[in-house]
């Protein structure tokens, strides 16, 4: 009898999920769909997306049917390709809960007035409490209510349902006291007073808890929907740099189509500044193409026909003729997208503590509720004690203060960030600062200026630097090619008004040549000159030095004999070098990782103190290098500007972009630093570390008084009014705890 062992095919379905409110709804979905045989799914809170992998075929709606169950709402996104903009306004979800939240706020500062200040409790004052707290209660909790309700058909309970319950309780038993107790008499007072003593509640209302506590939560809840980053952000960035129609060659002829027309095997054309529409090979001309999207290499590379190029790369300089090999979703522009939703899709989304423990402490209090309103009636203590006791446990441990405590501290936190230039993104980013012990830095526009500058210049003897600097600059002012421009940048600035040149003529990837002031002038490679009859002589050492160092060296020539060398790089950031020192204080390791090559990248580094250095590397290996460090134990940021950057970014642990960069990168990122210098990565990361430090600090104070007050509550020895008070001085404490962030320096 032969076995044979075949593993079967994994087929994999994304799902966008709708409806869940807190990390314990993606856990419930996720469950459940790994329930179905022969499915693994993971469900991502942040991303709002799952992703579910089968051992075979499995129908996208049976999966849809399963997450519906649950009580959520879920659907097959669309193809990156396919367009957005078709999302409707009204279901925007920060702005429905703005809205929600203006509304309750504007309704509930009366009523809280009114319960905390007895000199404005004007004769009928309680009626206008009841008038102006039912909207906030009904509709502004609307939320709440429907989500406690969807929870509970399913058997489960999160904060979602505490705060439901513990809204209506308060509500409930004002409107008895109200109708059936001596609250509604005219002339009623409410004094606020902190006294610890038993009574029946009957003559006291407590709208001002009930309208406060969804007026605060639903101020967490508007600033959460609004933090929240969206992964497909990044995708529609990256692909947004690709060209979006394209010049084919038909019969001879240029027709100008859409890209997305475009098929493997066609030819066609590109101009000069455009970009290249695929990916393809060069069947006719020469240029130098701008890959800095895809390598980071700073210095645009000189291709040929038979070279290959990449689609959304620009051609900087001639014209060329390319045949199409990979379309659409195969081109590496759309691969580099996919490693981002990847690297996103998989990323451990950290829990917040409050949603984490609300599968415990939201059942706990409910039954301490219950208990205590069966022991009160089984004591003989009379129904409104017990109800009044009750209420007091609900009020009590509603969490109002639980609510607070992440987005004032992440509020204020964010505030002061946006004065210094850094952008945090939401509080799931903030989890991961404590432990970066290591940080990976982009060269190219991180690190670097990312512009290409002279750096010196080198004259033969006997020659005179000025006139040097003067005819090569006039010579490369024809030129559009970057490193033309820095030599002519840098001499016109030095030398003033260049004079002009007659007869140019540019040899695509060897240099230029042309007459300046009657002299027959070459600029280029040393090779080129060399046909010209010009040797470098006692000028080699400077350009076999400039060239180990990482820099570019052209040589200028003219009436038979080489003038000078002149060295052109990308420039260091004044920055940098301070910067990486202050992230060793902080005890980071500063990691240099680059698609430069190593001579070029050995030198940023050693000018900047960094040891440790990756060069040469591709967008793909970019993720790679991160994936290796974090395999070694270490938790690592990575700090980058650039589309090439973006994966990488979304794969680290804590990804910065530079705000000078790409729109790409910054959404790929977690924090976003609007200043294009380094100093800005050491204050997002001591920022970051102090929001969550706060944030830390007022979810321990948060439940502190829930332990205290709790007790007090069911022993019948807290009255609802005080556990209001203790409420509301809870989240006084959280709200002056999170303000200390604005000293922030």
């Known amino acids: 009898m032969t076995v044979t062992d075949k593993t079967p095919a994994t087929e994999r379905t994304d799902l966008t999920i709708a409806g869940m409110t807190c990390a314990s709804c993606a856990m419930r979905i996720e469950k459940r769909l790994n329930k179905l045989d022969g499915v693994t799914a993971t469900v991502n809170y942040a991303t709002e997306k799952a992703r579910v992998e089968s051992t075979g075929p499995i129908a996208a709606e049976l999966l849809i049917a399963e997450v519906e169950k649950a009580g959520y709402s879920a659907e097959v996104p ?3 390709a396919e367009p957005t903009e078709e999302t409707p ?4 979800p920060a702005r429905e809960a703005r809205t929600r939240l203006i509304v309750s706020a504007i309704l509930s500062v009366p009523v809280i007035a009114f319960a905390m200040v007895p000199a404005l409790q004007f004769t009928y004052w309680q009626w206008l409490s009841l008038t102006l707290a039912a909207p906030v209660v009904v509709w502004g909790a609307l939320p709440f209510h429907r989500a406690a309700w969807a929870n509970l058909r399913h058997g489960a309970a999160t904060m979602d349902t505490l705060i439901s319950i513990g809204t209506l309780a308060a509500f409930s038993w004002s409107v008895y006291a109200l109708f059936w107790g001596s609250a509604g008499e005219p002339g009623m007072k409410h004094p606020f007073e902190l006294t610890i003593s038993r009574s029946d509640g009957s003559g006291n209302i407590y709208f001002e808890a009930a309208a406060g506590v969804t007026t605060f939560i639903l101020a967490g809840r508007w600033f959460e929907a609004r933090s929240k980053r969206r992964a497909g952000s990044a995708l529609q960035a990256l692909l947004a740099l690709g060209a979006k129609e394209v010049s084919v060659l038909r019969d001879g002829v240029e027709v100008r189509i859409p890209t997305d027309d475009l098929h493997a095997g066609d030819v066609f054309v590109v101009r000069p500044g455009e970009k290249i529409a695929t990916d393809g090979i060069i069947t006719d001309g020469s240029s130098a193409v701008d890959a800095s999207m895809v390598t980071g290499e700073s210095v645009p590379s000189e291709v040929v026909e038979g070279d290959r190029v990449v689609g959304g790369t620009v051609n900087t300089s001639g014209r060329l003729t390319v045949q199409a090999t990979r379309v659409g ?16 899709s998989g990323k451990a989304q950290a829990q917040r503590l409050a949603d984490s423990i609300s599968g415990v402490f939201v059942p706990i209090v409910i039954a301490l509720a219950i208990g205590t309103l069966g022991f009160w009636l089984g004591t003989g203590a009379g129904a409104s004690a017990a109800f009044t006791a009750a209420v007091a446990v609900l009020i009590i441990a509603c969490p109002c203060a639980l609510g607070l405590a992440t987005p004032t501290a992440l509020m204020v936190g964010t505030g002061r960030g946006a004065q210094l230039g850094i952008l945090i993104k939401g509080p799931e980013v903030l989890e991961s600062t404590r432990s970066i012990d290591t940080v990976v830095l982009d060269k190219t526009g991180t690190v670097t200026t990312g512009r290409m500058t002279l750096q010196d210049v080198v004259v033969a003897a006997g020659e005179d630097r000025a006139t040097v600097l003067r005819i090569a600059g006039a010579l490369e002012n024809a030129s559009e090619h970057p490193i033309a421009r820095a030599i002519a940048d840098a001499a016109a600035a030095e030398v003033g008004a260049l004079p002009e040149v007659e007869s140019f003529d540019n040899t695509e990837g060897l240099g230029v040549q042309g007459v300046v002031e009657g002299r027959a002038v070459v600029i280029g490679r040393a090779a080129f000159l060399a046909d010209w009859s010009q040797h470098l002589g006692d000028l080699e050492p400077a350009l076999v030095a400039a060239e180990s160092a990482g820099r570019t060296a052209v040589v200028v020539g003219w009436d038979g ?14 920055s940098s070098a301070d910067a990486v020192r202050q992230m060793r204080e902080l005890g980071l390791r500063p990691v240099l990782l680059t698609g430069d090559n190593e001579p070029a990248a050995r030198a940023v580094a050693a000018a900047v103190g960094i040891d440790e250095v990756h060069a040469g590397v591709l967008p793909r290996d970019k993720v790679e290098v991160i994936r290796q460090l974090q395999q070694q134990g270490r938790t690592v940021a990575m700090v980058g500007d650039g589309v090439n950057d973006a994966a990488a970014l979304a794969q680290a642990d804590l990804g910065l972009a530079m705000g000078t960069g790409t729109d790409a990168a910054i959404e790929a990122a977690d924090l976003t630093l609007v200043r294009g210098d380094l100093h800005a990565v050491v204050d997002a990361i001591r920022l970051s570390r102090r929001t969550l430090g706060t944030i830390k600090g007022n979810l321990f104070w948060a439940f502190a008084y829930n332990v205290i007050g709790l007790p007090l509550a069911a022993a019948g020895l807290l009255n609802p009014m005080l556990a209001g008070a203790a409420m509301a001085l809870s989240s006084v404490f959280v709200v002056s705890n999170s303000l200390r962030l604005r000293r922030f320096t």
């Open 89 to 92: 306004v009204h279901d925007d």
């Open 78 to 80: 669309r193809t990156a």
């Open 329 to 344: 979703a195969e081109t590496q522009l759309a691969q580099m997208a996919q490693m981002v939703e990847d690297a996103q």
């Open 561 to 574: 004999a080489v003038r000078g060398v002149l060295v052109v790089a990308d420039t260091i950031k004044d």
